[in-house]
């Protein structure tokens, strides 16, 4: 019997020597995802860690990782068997911040200014319940259906929807949530918030602040190439800079998102490697390199800050919504938007009513049909920041639709010729879960 456990111990021991070995690159990366994701599940989402664990964090070798959280200082703390302590700090209106290496929570000072003031109108313009509506052109039994068919069975681990709310013609028809989910909870849209960061530019050259084909867009690229840049190449993602977007490697998305201090940074000092216009790449520091160039035109820091919500989330009733930023304070735009999926659609709804909110002109109506327009060798899967499918991905649903897409099959889906926008949110994306069977299978029922 002790030698059967002395074995067991030395084969566990190795096991576990393999994998700190085999992963040791990868140390701070995995403890920064860990701690950054427990830290704002936690304080953003109100969840709990054993929920945490169990769904967002349930993949090797992130799994390995002891989470602490401190609620009292509203931070965690995360290692891999003991090794790499990496700390998540939450600051209100900032969401949850990585510390770097010898800094603390004292020099995060900045909070963005919110508009809370309740709206008495019905939903989408209001915070009061939406008027009972019943369209005779809607079959609710195929709706039903289709919702349903987007959600596991009892026991199920496969399709990991966790929302699912179908708006037509202002109206919610369909709102389906999984266990441990309802209409308040705030939930990450990881890349969706890339669409926002678009809005925002749309935002800014409306009001004549910026344009899209200016160029010279930071000092650092003024005596080489990338001078020649445009704002538009950077928003439809054919910039030519070299970025590596791998998620399962040490690469530039994950040094940045889980590293670096000061996000933008990163892609801002890339080489180029390609003529602008010529080669697509898909890139969140391009992206945070938006966000920067956002930055670059307020007086300061705060005033960035307060742009975003002032002039178009909280405008369009978006109050849930928390876009965190970095250590520097910059708006992470590639990847940490929260918000409840009604508030998720409301935006949908900005793009379907093409700019105009309530009747007011929030973008213009050619800055929508610049964001559907395909990006030049996209194959027309992309325009600027949203995804499209102008090429036909989806085969039996409408050319029309765009949409803003996350890790993990988030989206949000805008249909103008079904007047009808579609939010999802789970855990898995193709082919774990088939978008073009859930979405046409929704539409169907709409005569």
């Known amino acids: 019997m002790k030698t059967a456990l002395k074995i067991t111990g030395i084969l566990l021991l190795i096991i576990l020597s393999f994998v700190v070995y085999t ?9 920064g995802f860990a701690s950054k994701n427990v830290c704002s599940c936690t304080f953003i989402a109100q969840r709990d860690l ?13 799994f390995y990782t002891k989470n602490n959280i401190n609620y009292k200082n509203k931070s965690v703390t995360s290692t891999l068997f003991g090794l790499n302590p990496r700390t ?69 681990k496969q399709k990991r929807t966790r929302a ?3 708006i037509y013609k202002d109206h919610i028809i369909a709102e389906k949530y999984a266990d441990g989910f309802n209409k308040d909870t705030k939930i990450l849209g990881w890349s969706m918030t890339k669409s926002i960061t678009s809005a925002i530019v749309g935002v800014l050259e409306k009001q004549g602040k910026v344009n899209r084909n200016q160029f010279h867009l930071f000092k650092s690229w003024d005596e080489d190439q990338r001078a020649e840049i445009t704002l538009n190449n950077l928003l439809q993602m054919n910039s030519g800079l070299e970025w590596t ?22 892609q801002l000092e890339k080489p180029l490697i390609n003529k602008p216009n010529q080669h697509w790449n898909y890139s969140s520091g391009t992206t945070n390199l938006i966000s920067a160039f956002i930055a670059n035109q307020f007086k300061n820091k705060q005033d960035y800050l307060d742009f975003w919500y002032t002039e178009l989330i ?25 918000a409840t999926a009604r508030d998720w659609s409301k935006f949908g709804l900005l793009y379907l009513h093409n700019g105009i909110w309530n009747g007011e002109e ?4 050619a800055w929508i049909n610049y964001t559907t327009t395909p990006t030049n060798t996209s ?5 600027a920041q949203f995804w499209l499918n102008a090429g036909g991905q989806f085969p039996d649903l409408p050319k029309d639709l765009y949409s803003c897409n996350g890790f993990q099959g988030q989206k949000v889906s805008i249909i103008p010729s079904k007047e009808t926008v579609i939010v999802r949110f789970g855990l898995t994306e193709a082919p774990e879960f088939d978008f073009n069977v859930m979405l046409s299978g929704i539409l169907k029922a709409i005569k």
């Open 23 to 31: 992963n040791y690159p990868k140390l701070d990366i995995i403890t």
């Open 50 to 62: 054993t929920s945490i664990e169990s769904q967002d964090n349930d993949f090797s070798p992130v």
């Open 88 to 156: 998540a700090v939450y600051k209100e209106g900032l969401g949850c911040i990585l510390l770097p290496e010898n800094s603390s929570a004292q020099q995060i000072s900045l909070k963005p200014k919110r508009n809370f003031k309740p709206n008495t109108a019905p939903f989408p313009y209001g915070d009061e319940a939406q008027k009972d509506t019943i369209f005779k052109n809607i079959d609710y039994k195929q709706l039903d259906k289709a919702v349903n068919n987007a959600f596991d069975a009892p026991n199920e």
């Open 164 to 166: 699912l709310l179908v």
């Open 245 to 266: 977007e791998d998620y399962n490697a040490i690469s530039d998305v994950t040094k940045m998102l889980y590293q670096a201090p000061d996000m933008p940074k990163i």
């Open 314 to 338: 909280d405008k369009i009733g978006m109050h849930s919504m928390v876009i965190e930023t970095d250590f520097e304070a910059n708006f992470i735009g590639s990847s940490y938007g929260w």
């Open 362 to 365: 929030i973008l213009t109506k």
């Open 379 to 383: 194959d027309g899967i992309y325009g």
